[in-house]
């Protein structure tokens, strides 16, 4: 039963446009939501994230919405550059369940020059 | 420099053969925990940590061991017992805060250990 979802395995976008990425959740418990940016084998690097009693979370270029009645969020990354190619995982956390995160499959951008 | 650090970053052992994954933090965090990722896939927790001295086991705990006798230091032991124990494990870091601004529960990560398992 995957909790967290990014139905986008991948994704590809033309630098200087905006990069969009989905994900939905099923538990309602999740009260705490973040995105982090990997590299292949590299550690995860956390770019954003979101408290529920938010609806949007912005820093930067990157922008994290959250739409809880939909169980869903996304993250927006504007401009788009290249160095911005990686795999981005959404995650969850209930503070009910011990802090523990639930992370999405990942979805694999490609920011062509 | 605070961070996470996680040694080897390659390790290689024989199949039968328990091995330790090495991982220190100096951020002062309570929390720690270890996950394994497999190729094309998101992370999945194995244990996790909210204190010295405890530990819970995450999502696929079966053939780990883990102790955290030090407030920096969680080591992780591949036990045999592992039925598919090459992957890329990932160690963990946080602490968790509630307060009137909502929650922040942001886990810092290092840079993995890549086991392999011949």
């Known amino acids: 039963d995957q909790q967290v979802k990014q139905n986008s395995p991948s994704l590809s976008v033309q630098e200087g446009r905006i990069s969009i990425l989905n994900c939905d959740y099923t538990?309602?418990?999740?009260?705490?939501f973040l995105w982090y940016k990997k590299y292949p084998a590299e550690g995860p690097t956390f770019l954003i994230s979101?408290?529920?009693?938010?609806d949007k979370n912005e820093d930067g270029r990157f922008t994290v919405f959250l739409n809880k009645s939909a169980k869903h969020l996304s993250l927006h990354i504007v401009p788009s550059q290249p160095g911005d190619s990686a795999v981005y995982f959404c995650?969850?956390?209930?503070?009910?369940?011990?802090?523990?995160?639930?992370f999405g499959g990942g979805t694999r951008v490609l920011v062509k020059p | 420099d605070g961070g996470i650090t996680q040694s080897p970053k390659y390790l290689f052992r024989k199949e039968g053969q328990n091995v330790t994954l090495s991982c220190e933090q100096n951020?002062?965090?309570?929390?720690m925990y270890w996950y394994r990722q497999d190729p094309g896939q998101g992370l999945r927790l194995i244990y996790y940590?909210?204190?010295?001295?405890?530990?819970q086991k995450g999502d696929i705990a079966e053939g780990y061991s883990v102790s955290r006798e030090k407030k920096e230091s969680f080591p992780l032991t591949v036990t045999s017992a592992q039925k598919n124990p090459t992957a890329f494990y990932l160690c963990?870091?946080?602490?968790?805060?509630?307060?009137?601004?909502?929650?922040?529960?942001?886990?810092?990560f290092g840079p993995g250990t890549r086991l392999t398992v011949l």
């Open positions: 995650a969850a956390s209930a503070r009910a369940a011990g802090n523990k995160l639930t």
């Open positions: 538990n309602s418990m999740f009260d705490y």
């Open positions: 951020l002062n965090h309570d929390a």
């Open positions: 963990a870091s946080s602490n968790p805060y509630s307060g009137l601004a909502g929650r922040t529960d942001t886990q810092y």
């Open positions: 979101i408290s529920s009693i938010k």
């Open positions: 940590s909210q204190i010295v001295n405890d530990f």
